[in-house]
């Protein structure tokens, strides 16, 4: 079920409604050819509010032209326009009945000259793992759609101490796509197939794809998602946007469902890297309840904004990771055009390789299986869900497999209820091999090896067609080491592959955020290449002809 707002009651208030998802039956062609009849209203095709960045709605605010309250509402109508309607993307997958409550109480503290932080009033979605009150915390799954959270998140305190307006929360890949080996990217039982905005029978990846698509789409100013291994970096990708997925500890995880406490983090979403930059400084912060945050004491910045640099490139000393590319042409043509831009801004290439490179999967997924039993059964205890062990939930998804298991299983719970304690021989010895072999061996060697500032490679392929019978058709990657080693990482559009978004990420050793950001924010005004969705049905037959004349250009970056 989805919890939304009677667009009719916006006008006088917030009221809660219902409607069911079609979860049984896989995005058609038919079902999508909505796409072209997208009403030209608030939330349609003539939104005022699409692409705008956050300083620019804030400008509007304090200019008086604009409300948080009119804000909010205008982003509830784009979500009933094209979420609920129109193309339905399926992204949103429950609005927060006190959204425009919650601005209204932060215009009145504009008016009376009081103003939070570069997010006072400004509308955002969460990741459906991440606590938020008085909404649902599911993971996607219909053995939670009933649970509802005492208290917020840490990194939602946070939000909301800075005065930004939580809109909603975002389907996801179910339990984060911890579940089985022949997972659908942003298919989850209670929120259905979220769909790719720019080609809507595409995968929107995942996890976090409710995120991804949503903010692509301009249904709120930014978002929200969480990552173990890619699942920021890769929808953010596929979407367009800017992902930045943080060092393990700078962000709080208490009051997020887990995976592992190895990898897990939370990370700003958005279509620009200032707006990454401004919701990222607002998410930050020791939290007693997360011991990993007490490493960012000292190191941790509280205004990445401040750290944008347009010029950063020029002087920078960028280690390329060959052998990340290959898995697809079309992403290494577009990957070689922007290193050229890269040189053109003035930053020095160097080829590189990761000695260990891909040595550390057999440990990182021993560590993932054993921390995954112990943390889930950590949060649900602790927040007094209906389900307290993972042997609850498999057990619940057996009871419910018409619902839950239609189309694929629970391998991987299965796998991790065998697993055993966390002092155990066998996870102490995975854990330290993946530091080791992603880490010290890893991306901090070859940095300290290379005096680099950072490594750029491929994020990911173009986003795949959904295949609920099947699963993800996953080609290849060049974020992984980041992902395990537990170091920053940062995806920026960096064009475009037969009009499917594909981008560039860049690594570092840990806590350089800030470096990366500034180096992130220098390419995309380099290379401008981000593209607003076109909410097509499918790729034509004939991608060739429907590309023929299109020259590669800084816009798009791309040119087949």
């Known amino acids: 079920m989805r919890q939304c707002l009677l667009l009719a009651a916006l006008l006088i208030g917030p009221t809660a409604c219902q409607r069911a998802v079609d979860n ?46 009119s804000l909010t509402r205008a982003y509830l109508d784009r979500i009933a326009a094209i979420d609920d309607a129109g193309p339905r993307l399926d992204a949103v997958i429950e609005l927060n009945p006190k959204a425009l409550e919650e601005a209204a109480v932060l215009d009145a503290e504009r008016a009376a000259s009081r103003v939070r932080s570069p997010l006072h009033g400004i509308p955002i979605l969460l990741k459906d793992n991440i606590d938020a009150m008085p909404m649902v915390t599911s993971a996607g799954s219909m053995a939670l759609a009933g649970y509802r959270p005492s208290g917020d998140a840490f990194v939602v305190a946070r939000l909301r101490e800075a005065g930004a307006v939580i809109l909603g929360k975002t389907n996801l890949s179910e339990w984060a796509n911890f579940r089985s080996t022949r997972s659908s990217s942003g298919w989850s039982a209670r929120g259905g197939q979220t769909r790719n905005p720019y080609v809507l029978d595409r995968s929107p990846c995942g996890s976090s794809s409710g995120t991804g698509s949503a903010i692509a ?24 946007l800017v992902g930045i997925k943080p060092t393990v500890g700078l962000i709080s995880r208490s009051g997020i469902v887990p995976i592992s406490s190895s990898q897990d983090t939370a990370g700003p979403m958005a279509r620009t890297v200032a707006d990454a930059a401004v919701l990222l400084s607002s998410m930050v912060g020791r939290d007693e309840r997360d011991v990993r945050t007490i490493e960012s004491t000292g190191r941790a910045i509280f205004d990445y904004h401040a750290r944008l640099d347009a010029g950063s490139l020029r002087g920078a000393r ?145 986003a795949w067609p959904i295949d609920l019978v099947n699963g993800d058709h996953f080609l290849g990657a060049g974020y992984g080491v980041a992902a395990v080693a537990g170091t920053p990482s940062i995806t920026v559009p960096m064009g475009d592959v037969h009009g499917l978004p594909v981008g560039i990420v860049l690594m570092g050793p840990a806590w350089s955020e800030a470096r990366l950001i500034a180096l992130a924010h220098a390419f995309e005004q380099k290379t401008r290449a981000r593209i607003p969705p076109r909410f097509l049905p499918t790729l034509p037959l004939d991608t060739a002809a429907a590309d023929a004349g299109r020259e590669p250009t800084p816009e798009n970056g791309s040119g087949g």
């Open 318 to 462: 960028i280690g390329v990771l060959r052998d990340a590319l290959g898995f697809h042409d079309g992403v290494d043509a577009v990957f070689e055009r922007n290193l050229e831009a890269m040189r053109e801004a003035g930053a020095e290439l160097v080829d590189v390789a990761i000695a260990t490179d891909g040595q550390w999967r057999d440990a990182e997924f021993e560590v993932l299986l054993h921390e995954f039993r112990h943390g889930i059964e950590h949060y649900l205890r602790n927040g007094d869900a209906p389900v307290k062990t993972l042997a609850g939930l498999i057990d619940y998804n057996r009871r419910h497999a018409d619902v839950e298991m239609r189309w694929f299983g629970q391998e991987l719970f299965e796998q991790a209820r065998q697993r055993g304690p966390l002092d155990g021989e066998v996870y102490v010895q995975a854990r330290m091999d993946a530091r080791r072999l992603a880490g010290t061996e890893g991306i901090d060697a070859t940095v300290a090896a290379h005096e680099l500032d950072a490594i750029v490679a491929p994020a990911v392929s173009p």
């Open 217 to 240: 789409a301009s249904l709120a100013a930014a978002g929200v998602g969480t990552e173990t291994d890619g699942s920021i970096i890769c929808p953010s990708a596929v979407a367009g």
């Open 24 to 69: 049984d039956s896989p995005p058609s062609v038919d079902q999508t050819t909505a796409a072209a009849a997208i009403t030209a209203t608030s939330g349609g095709a003539d939104f005022a509010f699409a692409e705008v960045g956050i300083a620019e709605l804030q400008a509007h605010m304090a200019h008086g032209k604009l409300s948080s309250v």
